[in-house]
């Protein structure tokens, strides 16, 4: 696609120049009162204007979709390594060296050029215009969505739900693209169709002039544009290296048990007793970002059916502790074992601010567990109804339209 860029781009610039010197030899005809070669002259110089405000089309149409083409596979693969693991977590809450990562045919001709263009951009634009609109919602509601995951970190985080937001935040990337895409077809024929050919019947004259002007101020203005895509090029470059270092970092003093589907029992590595969730040796915690010590020589071991009550004042170390316990942080010392798996069958984190994603009435009802249900549907609607009837908002369902339906407003 880049090489058919390039040579329309050629082939632009050649029609150009034949366009610009087709004045010239109007006087040869005018001077030698030839009017079947200015009949000629005319259809040759009308339809290289057309040729030219085609190719000008045809030009803006490939950069487009190279645009769209290039976001979609840059943005996923931000987005592979941004939701790995906990990566999303330390990057927006351990680190802080990364920030928020937008003439001759006279006046009556020209009046009914004017007068044709605006019937026609009316006619044309019509269809555009609500294409146009859908495209900005479905764009603030793609950055909404980094914007939800940045300020929601810890507790997307402790649900785990690194790989259900990424799902989330794709499908919205595609939805956005495949508009962008609609779009960019409609708008083929409207980007230079009149504006090419109203400037190419007012500037005949002092050709090569003007035209060694046009080149030099769009090499002034192509340098701005470089200037601006190295410092996004050094943006996204530091970002992706962050994102790359975080993601190949293992926290060595914590180890966690198999996914909620597998037997662990079967390696026979595990000794403590079955019913064992937790176990912590020694553990000695300090903040990150400051390095104030908060536990030391911490041993603890919690068990299933134990019910346990941490106390203390603001900031030394209550949920500190459950980020250590879900692997969110690191033990400055000592080992964090984590012999049960998240999920129904294991451990769920419940964070002090909790965390809606967007989607359906059923989606949030099971999240983060979306990938456990991949089928989810009627034979689960029991389940779900009765459990909104336990935590008393059994109103949702005629507010949200159903279990099924999908919702614009946040939850």
């Not at 785990?160 to 024929?189: C, F, N, P, Y």
């Not at 595990?270 to 040796?281: I, Q």
């Not at 949200?400 to 939850?411: H, I, K, R, T």
Request: charged share 20%; hydrophobic share 40%.
């Amino acid at each position: 696609m880049f090489l058919t860029l390039l040579g329309v781009a050629v082939l632009e610039q050649l029609v150009i120049y034949q366009v610009g010197v087709i004045p010239s030899r109007y006087y040869e005809v005018l001077g030698n009162k030839d009017f079947s070669g200015f009949q000629v002259l005319t259809a040759i110089a009308l339809t290289m204007i057309v040729v030219n405000s085609t190719l000008k089309s045809f030009d803006q149409f490939i950069c487009n979709l190279l645009y769209v083409s290039w976001r979609k596979s840059l943005t996923e693969y931000l987005h592979s390594c941004y939701f790995q693991g906990q990566v999303y977590y330390s990057l927006h809450i351990l680190r802080e060296d990364i920030d928020n990562p937008t003439g001759w045919l006279g006046p009556v001709s020209i009046f009914g050029y004017f007068v044709i263009g605006t019937i026609v951009n009316k006619v044309l634009m019509s269809p555009i215009v609500s294409k146009l609109v859908q495209q900005e919602k479905l764009e603030g509601d793609f950055r909404f969505k980094h914007m939800q995951i940045r300020v929601n970190a810890e507790p997307a985080a402790f649900y785990r739900a690194g790989r259900v937001e990424h799902m989330r935040t794709d499908r919205r990337l595609q939805s956005l693209l495949q508009t962008q895409r609609e779009l960019i077809g409609k708008e083929l024929w409207l980007y230079s169709e009149w504006g090419a050919l109203g400037g190419e019947l007012g500037h005949m004259n002092a050709f090569v002039s003007m035209y060694l002007i046009s080149c030099f101020s769009q090499l002034i203005d192509l340098s701005s544009t470089v200037t601006n895509i190295a410092g996004y090029t050094h943006r996204i470059g530091e970002l992706q290296e962050t994102l790359l270092s975080l993601g190949r970092r293992e926290n060595e003093n914590y180890s966690e048990a198999k996914s909620w589907d597998s037997d662990s029992s079967e390696s026979g590595e595990d000794l403590e007793p079955r019913d064992t969730a937790f176990l912590l040796e020694r553990v000695t915690l300090s903040v990150p970002s400051s390095g104030k010590l908060l536990i030391k020589d911490l041993s603890l071991k919690i068990s299933k059916g134990d019910s346990m009550m941490i106390m203390g004042n603001t900031g030394t170390g209550k949920t500190s502790l459950l980020r250590v316990l879900g692997g969110l942080w690191e033990s400055t010392q000592g080992n964090v074992r984590m012999l049960t798996c998240f999920g129904p069958r294991g451990v769920l984190f419940l964070p002090q601010r909790p965390f809606f994603t967007d989607g359906s009435l059923r989606e949030q009802v099971i999240y983060p567990l979306k990938e456990i249900y991949p089928v989810s549907g009627s034979a689960d609607d029991e389940r779900i109804v009765q459990f909104l009837e336990l935590a008393g908002l059994t109103d949702l369902l005629a507010r949200a339209g159903g279990l099924d339906e999908q919702v614009d407003w946040n939850w």
